[in-house]
């Protein structure tokens, strides 16, 4: 899959999907290691083509892995909606073989 970043470091889009998905990414909370005693996070955000949240969570300490891993979310999400598409497809074609009546 390949995106192309719109605000650096920041927020990238999908390029080579069938739906344009977005990516942005948070910086970890500067305080956050102080009141948690874990390690800060990156946050992801993914946006579908109608700029609804699909997804958001925290991953990793490193921008670069918590993109790849967003990435990888985005590949199944697309994968589940193949899926979707293919088994309504077969839905219809199954009606039309087979009319009700």
């Known amino acids: 899959m390949d995106i192309m ?10 390029m080579n999907t069938a739906r344009e998905w977005i990516i942005n990414l948070y910086e970890p909370d500067e ?3 102080e009141t948690t005693g874990e390690p800060a996070l990156w946050r992801y955000v993914i ?4 700029d609804l949240i699909v997804e958001t969570d925290y991953f990793n300490r490193n921008r670069e892995d918590t993109l790849a891993f ?8 697309e994968e589940e909606a193949r899926y979707a598409a293919t088994t309504d497809a077969m839905d ?10």
């Open 47 to 50: 946006y579908d083509d109608e």
């Open 31 to 33: 305080n956050a290691p």
């Open 92 to 101: 219809q074609l199954s009606e039309n073989l087979n009319p009700v009546g």
């Open 70 to 77: 967003a990435c990888g979310v985005v590949e199944k999400l």
């Open 5 to 14: 970043e719109v605000y650096e470091s920041k927020s990238y889009k999908t």
